[in-house]
């Protein structure tokens, strides 16, 4: 099923996953996480 962004939850679920590795080795400021993910949701979506 799709969501409100038009992706489906697993590729929701992924992106989550991989701003949660970056957020784990990454020093990136909150805002910058925040973009990408948007980002990605517009790339896939």
Known sequence: MREATGISEQGEQTIQDFIQ???TYEDLNPKTLK???SDLKHFIG
Do not use: G, I, S
Request: negative net charge.
């Open 21 to 23: 590795a970056l957020t």
């Open 35 to 37: 973009e990408y993910a």
